[in-house]
């Protein structure tokens, strides 16, 4: 039996962090997760002149390719170059540095680079040939003018592929093999706010909405705000928003209009105003102008239609008629619009974070398939035991055919796990900042119109669907039986890890299972949640809230000092900062804490109440550990 | 009542002067008629009295009430008089003045805006506006006259005044703004002028004496009074004014 353990990834992350001119910074670094995947380098100035020789190297040999040089947009004199690592001038699919200097020198280094790559770069088919294979495979076609290209990716069991990226219709971003057209692995394109729950919300405040006067009649096009936003309403037609979503043309006809200017439909006033205050909230708290930093349009879509039931998201490009993709907001089945103002906010900040990434990097802000620590060879599962080495999860395929996936092992036969931390920090920075946005416009409280930690709380028969004040609370349905959301790293969902194309011999492609270990039971939720981007997100989110108030880590016993409640804005900032301005685009959660650490650092000192409330935060959640 | 620091009472020049006129009007002896049956009077002076009012009003903007305030000062200021008089019998005569009074003074406009992105949260703005006040007034007396002394002539009158009154109001206020629109700063403010008329009185007395047989010199001092209502700008209804007010002044003396 051939296995290849997941043990053998060449790939190293990196994360340095040494602020020259603050020598007194804590020493922090972040776990092992077991596999060696993640490195810390100690923070001294030296440690990081080597790195500034290395990096020089890397790009001299072309492994590295700077993608951007920008001065910090709140330190003078602090700069931020992004690099992006290249394999014969081919993309690495998760590997970027951001390299932060303050008058020349060095202050961190953070990202991931992964090593060892050995393949062919000569692709054996064409794009075109790959796009006609996706779309025999999948039934969608790419969207607009996103065109396959190459990239190395690095599957689950250590291998690297030269595959071809690309983005379809169906909303999801595949990798194909460039050599035998097979596709190993595919990710969600979109980042999405759903859920079902039950809880109370859906209130009738009045409010003001920043319309445009057209033939007559009102529409959802706000030019008051330096970012314009167009609200269209798709009217429940699917052809609509495939046409808005996947070739960007829209019409004058797909405004909302009010012949009065006094609109009545919730769901396009919500989305409409909401978006607005999202872009003032962003602005004001942290001097960022519309989605992109360059206040670019806005297209917003509320649709009715079944493809956004119970659902919102942010589509970044190629999707959508502008230049920073397209915010929608569906309903649930009694017609609730999922338009709340931190769900709206947290939709916005993915464009935010999806644009901050782009410019900075050339890329979108990457999902990373990392690799917990390997589980046990036998599992229980509703009283029967599962051997790693035998046992399937049926599912259907690409073509929706029943189909029994045999489960990755290792050369132990165990269980091999992993979870997508990159899409949770994403999740979590966007309910982060949904939570911020809720406290900037509306009084502290519980009940509708109340600024609290739980998300979507406001939308009658859609939330709450999670919390970061007591993130466990709150449950996740499976069978046997739900599983709190986790608020610790040791609690993190690991999910296990199917063969969805090849041999337990010869795996070549593979996905997450909707199945996660608590010890030796394990749990079949509904989905994988593409690596649990939903779930683990309430770990960084917590560390937030603890931050800010303060508290005692439930899992870790750990007791944090937070800032308090009038200085909410300074934790914010760190977190905004640490993903707009420092973070790779493929964090790991711990590279991502670290990130934020050094932003608080860099904004308020290293002896900082912030930067003191974040570290202890981080390692009350287990993110961070003191050196 | 305003006060020095040491808190001693301070009497207002108008005030003074108007208590020295009391003071010889009362002294005053009874004596015979002017024999001349026409006069004419040319004076100038200072309308001594000052009056405020303020105009409040609804200011619709961004689909929400807010509020416009003016606070106007009608302060002292020059005015010019014309005037002629005839005896009918012994001291008792008709007389009818013109007078005319203007000023400019400021008003103080300040205003709560409402935000365009939410409700009731108003911008506070201030500024100032240049609002003129402008009286013609006709006064209709009834005179009774008499001669203290060899050369003084001293002249009680009173009766209906007639007042065309012209005011400036502040109409509306124009402001700057820019994203995110938490504060605006005040550029302007329009005005409209309105004008009424109304009829109200006057009291007061002349005091002459002449250097030769028809011309002398003199001092008048006149108390008018009547409210005016003025269409408030926003078209909310009327807006009762002031107007008229203590007259002090000298000039020319002519008899026939």
Same mark, same amino acid.
């Given at each position: 039996?051939?296995?290849?353990?997941?043990?053998?990834?060449?790939?190293?992350?990196?994360?340095?962090?040494?602020?020259?001119?603050?020598?007194?910074?804590?020493?922090?670094?972040?776990?092992?997760?077991?596999?060696?995947?993640?490195?810390?380098?100690?923070?001294?100035?030296?440690?990081?002149?080597?790195?500034?020789?290395?990096?020089?190297?890397?790009?001299?040999?072309?492994?590295?390719?700077?993608?951007?040089?920008?001065?910090?947009?709140?330190?003078?004199?602090?700069?931020?170059?992004?690099?992006?690592?290249?394999?014969?001038?081919?993309?690495?699919?998760?590997?970027?540095?951001?390299?932060?200097?303050?008058?020349?020198?060095?202050?961190?280094?953070?990202?991931?680079?992964?090593?060892?790559?050995?393949?062919?770069?000569?692709?054996?088919?064409?794009?075109?040939?790959?796009?006609?294979?996706?779309?025999?495979?999948?039934?969608?076609?790419?969207?607009?003018?996103?065109?396959?290209?190459?990239?190395?990716?690095?599957?689950?069991?250590?291998?690297?592929?030269?595959?071809?990226?690309?983005?379809?219709?169906?909303?999801?971003?595949?990798?194909?093999?460039?050599?035998?057209?097979?596709?190993?692995?595919?990710?969600?394109?979109?980042?999405?706010?759903?859920?079902?729950?039950?809880?109370?919300?859906?209130?009738?405040?009045?409010?003001?909405?920043?319309?445009?006067?057209?033939?007559?009649?009102?529409?959802?096009?706000?030019?008051?705000?330096?970012?314009?936003?167009?609200?269209?309403?798709?009217?429940?037609?699917?052809?609509?928003?495939?046409?808005?979503?996947?070739?960007?043309?829209?019409?004058?006809?797909?405004?909302?209009?009010?012949?009065?200017?006094?609109?009545?439909?919730?769901?396009?006033?919500?989305?409409?105003?909401?978006?607005?205050?999202?872009?003032?909230?962003?602005?004001?708290?942290?001097?960022?102008?519309?989605?992109?930093?360059?206040?670019?349009?806005?297209?917003?879509?509320?649709?009715?239609?079944?493809?956004?039931?119970?659902?919102?998201?942010?589509?970044?490009?190629?999707?959508?008629?502008?230049?920073?993709?397209?915010?929608?907001?569906?309903?649930?089945?009694?017609?609730?619009?999922?338009?709340?103002?931190?769900?709206?906010?947290?939709?916005?900040?993915?464009?935010?974070?999806?644009?901050?990434?782009?410019?900075?990097?050339?890329?979108?802000?990457?999902?990373?398939?990392?690799?917990?620590?390997?589980?046990?060879?036998?599992?229980?599962?509703?009283?029967?035991?599962?051997?790693?080495?035998?046992?399937?999860?049926?599912?259907?395929?690409?073509?929706?055919?029943?189909?029994?996936?045999?489960?990755?092992?290792?050369?132990?036969?165990?269980?091999?796990?992993?979870?997508?931390?990159?899409?949770?920090?994403?999740?979590?920075?966007?309910?982060?900042?949904?939570?911020?946005?809720?406290?900037?416009?509306?009084?502290?409280?519980?009940?509708?119109?109340?600024?609290?930690?739980?998300?979507?709380?406001?939308?009658?028969?859609?939330?709450?669907?999670?919390?970061?004040?007591?993130?466990?609370?709150?449950?996740?349905?499976?069978?046997?039986?739900?599983?709190?959301?986790?608020?610790?790293?040791?609690?993190?969902?690991?999910?296990?890890?199917?063969?969805?194309?090849?041999?337990?011999?010869?795996?070549?492609?593979?996905?997450?299972?909707?199945?996660?270990?608590?010890?030796?039971?394990?749990?079949?939720?509904?989905?994988?949640?593409?690596?649990?981007?939903?779930?683990?997100?309430?770990?960084?989110?917590?560390?937030?809230?603890?931050?800010?108030?303060?508290?005692?880590?439930?899992?870790?016993?750990?007791?944090?000092?937070?800032?308090?409640?009038?200085?909410?804005?300074?934790?914010?900032?760190?977190?905004?900062?640490?993903?707009?301005?420092?973070?790779?685009?493929?964090?790991?959660?711990?590279?991502?804490?670290?990130?934020?650490?050094?932003?608080?650092?860099?904004?308020?000192?290293?002896?900082?109440?912030?930067?003191?409330?974040?570290?202890?935060?981080?390692?009350?959640?287990?993110?961070?550990?003191?050196? | 009542?305003?006060?020095?620091?040491?808190?001693?009472?301070?009497?207002?020049?108008?005030?003074?002067?108007?208590?020295?006129?009391?003071?010889?009007?009362?002294?005053?002896?009874?004596?015979?008629?002017?024999?001349?049956?026409?006069?004419?009077?040319?004076?100038?002076?200072?309308?001594?009295?000052?009056?405020?009012?303020?105009?409040?009003?609804?200011?619709?903007?961004?689909?929400?009430?807010?509020?416009?305030?003016?606070?106007?000062?009608?302060?002292?200021?020059?005015?010019?008089?014309?005037?002629?008089? /005839?005896? $009918?019998?012994?001291?008792?005569?008709?007389? !009818? #003045? =013109?007078?005319?009074?203007?000023?400019?003074?400021? *008003?103080? @406009?300040?205003?709560?805006?409402?935000?365009?992105?939410?409700?009731?949260?108003?911008?506070?703005?201030?500024?100032?506006?240049?609002?003129?006040?402008?009286?013609?007034?006709?006064?209709?007396?009834?005179?009774?006259?008499?001669?203290?002394?060899?050369?003084?002539?001293?002249?009680?009158?009173?009766?209906?005044?007639?007042?065309?009154?012209?005011?400036?109001?502040?109409?509306?206020?124009?402001?700057?703004?820019?994203?995110?629109?938490?504060?605006?700063?005040?550029?302007?403010?329009?005005?409209?002028?309105?004008?009424?008329?109304?009829?109200?009185?006057?009291?007061? /007395?002349? $005091?002459?004496?002449?250097?030769?047989?028809? !011309? #002398? =010199?003199?001092?008048?001092?006149?108390?008018?009074? *009547?409210? @005016?209502?003025?269409?408030?700008?926003?078209?909310?209804?009327?807006?009762?004014?002031?107007?008229?007010?203590?007259?002090?002044?000298?000039?020319?003396?002519?008899?026939?």
């Amino acid at each position: 039996m051939h296995r290849r353990t997941a043990a053998a990834l060449g790939s190293l992350l990196l994360v340095l962090l040494c602020p020259a001119s603050v020598p007194a910074q804590r020493a922090l670094i972040a776990p092992q997760p077991g596999l060696g995947r993640l490195t810390v380098a100690a923070a001294t100035p030296a440690e990081l002149r080597s790195w500034d020789g290395t990096i020089d190297q890397f790009v001299q040999r072309g492994e590295l390719v700077m993608r951007s040089m920008r001065e910090d947009p709140v330190l003078a004199g602090h700069r931020h170059e992004t690099f992006i690592q290249s394999y014969w001038g081919i993309p690495v699919y998760g590997g970027s540095l951001v390299r932060q200097t303050a008058g020349g020198v060095t202050v961190s280094v953070i990202g991931t680079l992964l090593t060892g790559i050995t393949i062919n770069p000569t692709p054996a088919l064409s794009a075109a040939r790959v796009a006609a294979i996706l779309g025999e495979v999948t039934g969608a076609s790419l969207v607009a003018t996103s065109a396959p290209h190459l990239t190395v990716f690095r599957l689950f069991d250590g291998t690297d592929r030269l595959t071809y990226r690309a983005t379809l219709t169906d909303m999801r971003t595949y990798f194909v093999d460039a050599d035998t057209g097979e596709v190993v692995w595919s990710t969600a394109a979109v980042v999405t706010q759903r859920a079902v729950g039950l809880g109370t919300g859906a209130v009738g405040d009045r409010k003001k909405i920043s319309a445009t006067q057209a033939a007559g009649t009102f529409r959802s096009y706000d030019q008051l705000r330096p970012a314009p936003i167009r609200t269209y309403d798709t009217r429940g037609l699917l052809d609509v928003v495939g046409r808005i979503l996947f070739s960007g043309d829209v019409f004058d006809s797909d405004f909302p209009t009010d012949a009065d200017n006094t609109w009545t439909d919730p769901h396009v006033v919500d989305a409409h105003v909401h978006t607005g205050w999202a872009v003032d909230y962003v602005y004001k708290q942290h001097a960022w102008n519309g989605v992109d930093n360059r206040n670019s349009a806005i297209t917003t879509l509320v649709d009715s239609s079944p493809f956004t039931e119970y659902n919102a998201f942010f589509a970044p490009p190629p999707f959508g008629p502008g230049e920073v993709g397209v915010f929608a907001y569906g309903r649930t089945d009694d017609g609730v619009p999922i338009t709340a103002l931190d769900v709206v906010a947290h939709e916005f900040m993915h464009g935010v974070t999806s644009a901050a990434l782009r410019h900075r990097t050339g890329g979108e802000y990457e999902d990373q398939f990392e690799l917990g620590p390997p589980g046990p060879t036998t599992v229980t599962f509703e009283g029967r035991t599962l051997a790693c080495a035998t046992a399937t999860l049926t599912g259907t395929d690409e073509a929706d055919e029943p189909q029994e996936f045999p489960f990755l092992c290792d050369a132990e036969g165990r269980f091999v796990r992993g979870a997508n931390h990159a899409g949770a920090v994403n999740e979590a920075l966007s309910d982060i900042i949904g939570t911020g946005a809720e406290f900037f416009f509306h009084p502290r409280g519980t009940g509708p119109l109340r600024a609290d930690y739980q998300s979507g709380e406001d939308i009658l028969g859609f939330g709450p669907i999670r919390a970061l004040d007591v993130p466990h609370a709150f449950t996740i349905r499976a069978r046997p039986s739900p599983i709190p959301y986790p608020d610790h790293w040791a609690r993190s969902f690991q999910y296990l890890v199917v063969i969805t194309a090849g041999t337990p011999d010869a795996p070549r492609a593979f996905a997450f299972a909707p199945v996660v270990l608590i010890g030796r039971d394990a749990f079949l939720m509904r989905s994988a949640d593409d690596g649990g981007v939903h779930i683990n997100m309430t770990i960084l989110g917590h560390a937030f809230y603890l931050a800010v108030e303060g508290g005692t880590n439930a899992t870790s016993g750990l007791r944090v000092q937070g800032v308090g409640g009038a200085h909410r804005a300074q934790i914010e900032q760190a977190f905004f900062r640490g993903m707009t301005v420092l973070m790779p685009n493929a964090p790991s959660m711990p590279v991502a804490a670290l990130t934020v650490y050094q932003a608080a650092v860099d904004l308020f000192g290293v002896t900082s109440a912030a930067a003191q409330a974040i570290a202890q935060a981080m390692v009350a959640v287990g993110l961070l550990e003191a050196a | 009542m305003q006060t020095r620091l040491n808190g001693a009472p301070r009497v207002r020049p108008r005030v003074a002067v108007l208590a020295a006129v009391a003071v010889i009007v009362a002294a005053m002896p009874a004596v015979g008629l002017a024999q001349s049956r026409v006069g004419v009077t040319v004076n100038a002076g200072t309308q001594a009295t000052s009056t405020a009012f303020t105009t409040r009003s609804t200011l619709t903007l961004h689909r929400e009430d807010g509020d416009l305030r003016a606070d106007y000062g009608v302060d002292a200021g020059a005015f010019i008089d014309l005037g002629a008089s /005839v005896r $009918l019998w012994r001291q008792v005569g008709l007389g !009818v #003045g =013109v007078s005319r009074f203007q000023t400019t003074g400021g *008003a103080g @406009v300040t205003a709560g805006l409402p935000h365009p992105f939410h409700l009731e949260q108003f911008r506070a703005v201030d500024g100032s506006a240049a609002a003129t006040r402008q009286e013609t007034a006709v006064h209709v007396q009834l005179r009774v006259g008499a001669t203290v002394g060899p050369r003084l002539e001293v002249t009680l009158f009173g009766g209906p005044t007639f007042f065309d009154v012209e005011q400036t109001l502040v109409s509306d206020i124009l402001f700057e703004e820019t994203y995110p629109y938490d504060t605006a700063t005040f550029s302007s403010a329009p005005t409209v002028l309105r004008s009424v008329t109304a009829v109200g009185f006057h009291t007061g /007395v002349d $005091l002459a004496t002449y250097l030769t047989p028809t !011309v #002398g =010199v003199g001092a008048l001092v006149r108390f008018s009074r *009547a409210m @005016v209502d003025l269409a408030r700008p926003d078209g909310g209804g009327m807006l009762a004014v002031e107007t008229g007010g203590l007259h002090v002044g000298g000039g020319l003396r002519l008899r026939f």
